[in-house]
């Protein structure tokens, strides 16, 4: 039986397209209010790291979500993804990792979803409806 519902190349471009729409508005926040790098430099010098560093931000929430819109190296803009989300983890939220909300919720919700979901993306590739499939 064929049915309309089981369609993996729409799976993944939807999949794709939630995920890159909604990083790449992350990304817009961060373009037009700069200041933000400046936390995000100190966070890293806290740890040891470079300033340099906190430019990857707009690698992980600007030109990753535009290759995952696209479908071009999809792969790459999902392990993109998931390395800026591991980064934010560890720079800002590492003390709730194992934390709940008051609803019983994880409190790193909107991160895990955006750290698995690069990792899915990584994983299963563009699909067929992309501008370079794999």
Partial sequence: ????????????????????????FHGVAKILNPGALDFIKGQLAALGLPPVVAYGVYVGEVVAPLLLLAGYWARLGGLLVAVDMIFAIVLVHTAQVFTLTKSGG???????????????????GSGRIALRPD
């Fill in 1 to 24: 039986m064929n049915s309309p519902f089981r369609n993996d190349a729409v799976g993944k471009l939807i999949l794709r397209a939630t995920l890159g729409i909604l990083m790449l």
């Fill in 106 to 124: 994880w409190t790193l919700e909107l991160q895990g979803f955006y750290l698995f979901c690069g990792l899915a993306v990584l994983f299963l």
